[in-house]
């Protein structure tokens, strides 16, 4: 395991106030991250992954235009930038580098704001009655894509060499619980899905 580090230089920006070089030391900082030697098999399951986030990206940016709730269709939106994410970290992982984790920044922070966004939808639906059917439609399909991905996740875990590759992994698939959270809470609040 080779760890790389960017070692970032203000001399490339010397007029940038004090507070955006932090800022950018910040950035160049998050970029650090760990080279990995792939195995044919963990090859091939982070290509799979990379087609269930395809579909992902592909229904929740659908969805966001079909629903009928505005609200819904923030949710969706949200969770189409975080599927795009998923997408992103695969690629950089295909590509034999393993992101460093960060749970303050990056996904992490796109997590929060996902549950959050989950949380103000399922208020407003109280106070607004019963969803669309077309909602209703959407909300289903999405919350099994994301009970179907997930346990793909959960699968491929188990096979990977690199216990780092294993976190990275497993940090998507958390984002993928709470997305089906954030659409099961939603459902909840509008008489859609009612856990007996
Ligand atoms: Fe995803
Ligand atoms: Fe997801």
Redesign the pocket.
Known sequence: MIMIDFKPSFRLAPALPLNKKRLLLQKLTDRRCFIMQLTQKERMLLED?KK??EV??RKYTEAAEKANDPELKQLYST?AA??Q???QTLEQMLAGQIPQQNDQAGQGAGQGQGIQAAGAVGRQGMQSGAGSKIDEDLCNDLLMT?KY?SGT?DTAIFEFTDSRARQTLNH?QK??QQ?GEGIFKYMQAHGMYQPS
Do not use: A, F, P, S
């Open positions: 992954q269930h986030e992902c990206i969770y975080q599927e994410q998923h997408y994301e991905v996740y998507i984002e993928e997305h």
